[in-house]
């Protein structure tokens, strides 16, 4: 286990504690700030930074988003060594086997988990998994999902530790109980780093085959989607699907985030699109009301859409920090997602900012749409 310093005393440190103190010896807690020391559980952990290149470690792992900054900052201040230093989706970007018991000594589990992002929706969790399951698939391991015990936006707070939300929607991986996961010889904990598309184009069918081999949607889930795909597709041969990204994304404009298009930009494609390809209508994926709006004024009655709930005025927050005062809405928020990236996966093209959901709605369709942009407008 490697023995390391983590720098960056903040929340971001407060919801990644438990990911790392799993994973690494944690040997001192460092900021610029020294006034931080007095939020840490141990405040005699905190050690100066112009200390750190006294102290004995492996490795120090930067918690801040400004990480390549800070980086920076401690190699030519305090002179410690670049290639001691871990940057945020470096660390991240680990995997760690460990023997956490001594069941199935035959058997190597590799557990899929998200915990430093657990704010995020649906298919960033997915995309994470059919990225290491590409791995997976070329060694002899068995995976699991694990969202029973790292906290998600699907998993209702009295039911965390008891129910896997993976399995409200999906099949397990394995048919090895969880608790025996925890209780086995070889364990490979997965890694939770920012998604990266940029080979994407390249490994296609590769994800597109994991995702065919290995997830699997409960059948009254498959039987439910199929059954509103045909409805709001009765009579209509030629779909042109959009996906609209706003809300959190457009205000928030998180570091590192795909820049998302503006609904003229994505209007003045669509009707080129439109035009061209005769179709019989469009089918909009959008979580905001105010961007559904816009489309049924622009495009009336072409426009397809569900009766998901949707956004208006987020105030700067995430998504998964918002309730809608219904039951199960926890639930009933993945399930309206899962939903809307199925049916745009059955659409006949497609135009689409560059996210988890419109990413994945390619990797399902297989590389069967007849036309499709993924607008790339560099990141945040």
């Known amino acids: 286990m490697y023995h390391v310093i983590v720098y960056g005393i903040s929340g971001t440190l407060e919801l990644n504690e438990d990911y790392i103190e799993k994973r690494f010896k944690v040997v001192g807690y460092s900021d610029s700030n020294p006034e931080k020391k007095a939020t840490l559980k141990q405040p005699e952990m905190y050690i100066w930074p112009a200390d750190i290149v006294k102290a004995d470690f492996d490795?120090?792992?930067?918690?801040?988003?400004?990480?390549?900054?800070?980086?920076?900052?401690?190699?030519?201040?305090?002179?410690?060594?670049?290639?001691?230093?871990l940057l945020f989706d470096e660390w991240q970007g680990l995997r760690f086997q460990m023997q956490l018991g001594e069941r199935h000594p035959d058997k190597t589990f590799y557990v899929l988990s998200r915990f430093t992002r657990y704010r995020d929706g649906l298919f960033s969790h997915i995309y994470s998994y059919l990225e290491q399951l590409l791995w997976i698939d070329k060694h002899d391991v068995i995976p699991v999902v694990d969202m029973m015990n790292y906290r998600n936006q699907y998993l209702e707070d009295d039911?965390?530790?008891?129910?896997?939300?993976?399995?409200?929607?999906?099949?397990?991986?394995?048919?090895?109980?969880?608790?025996?996961?925890?209780?086995s010889r070889n364990v490979i904990l997965g890694y939770d780093k920012r998604s990266d598309f940029s080979n994407l184009s390249n490994e296609l069918e590769s994800y597109s085959m994991v995702w065919k081999k290995y997830i699997h949607m409960k059948p009254d889930i498959e039987k439910?989607?199929?059954?509103?795909?045909?409805?709001?597709?009765?009579?209509?041969?030629?779909?042109?699907?959009?996906?609209?990204?706003?809300?959190?994304?457009?205000?928030?404009?998180?570091?590192?985030?795909?820049v998302q298009p503006d609904l003229p930009e994505l209007f003045e494609l669509i009707d080129a699109e439109f035009a061209r390809g005769s179709y019989d209508g469009i089918f909009v994926s959008s979580e905001s009301e105010y961007a559904l709006e816009e489309f049924k004024n622009r495009y009336g009655n072409n426009v397809i859409y569900t009766d998901q709930k949707r956004f208006s005025d987020t105030k700067g927050k995430w998504l998964s920090e918002i309730?809608?005062?219904?039951?199960?809405?926890?639930?009933?928020?993945?399930?309206?997602?899962?939903?809307?990236?199925?049916?745009?996966?059955?659409?006949?093209?497609?135009?689409?900012?560059?996210?988890?959901?419109?990413?994945?709605?390619?990797?399902?369709?297989?590389?069967?749409?007849?036309?499709?942009?993924?607008?790339?407008?560099?990141?945040?």
């Not at 918690?63 to 670049?82: M, N, R």
């Not at 509103?228 to 985030?257: A, H, S």
């Not at 990236?341 to 709605?361: K, P, R, Y």
């Not at 399902?364 to 945040?380: A, D």
């Open 323 to 380: 309730e809608f005062n219904r039951k199960d809405d926890r639930y009933l928020r993945g399930y309206e997602y899962l939903e809307t990236i199925m049916i745009l996966s059955e659409c006949t093209s497609l135009i689409a900012g560059i996210c988890h959901g419109s990413i994945c709605a390619k990797i399902i369709n297989g590389g069967k749409y007849e036309n499709e942009l993924l607008i790339e407008k560099g990141v945040y």
């Open 59 to 85: 490795y120090i792992l930067i918690t801040s988003i400004f990480d390549e900054e800070i980086k920076e900052s401690l190699v030519s201040k305090y002179s410690v060594p670049q290639n001691k230093i």
């Open 224 to 258: 439910k989607i199929n059954a509103k795909i045909k409805t709001l597709f009765d009579g209509k041969e030629r779909i042109l699907g959009v996906l609209y990204r706003g809300t959190d994304y457009k205000q928030l404009k998180l570091k590192k985030v795909p």
């Open 159 to 183: 039911k965390f530790g008891l129910e896997n939300s993976w399995e409200y929607y999906f099949e397990p991986l394995s048919d090895i109980p969880l608790e025996e996961v925890y209780d």
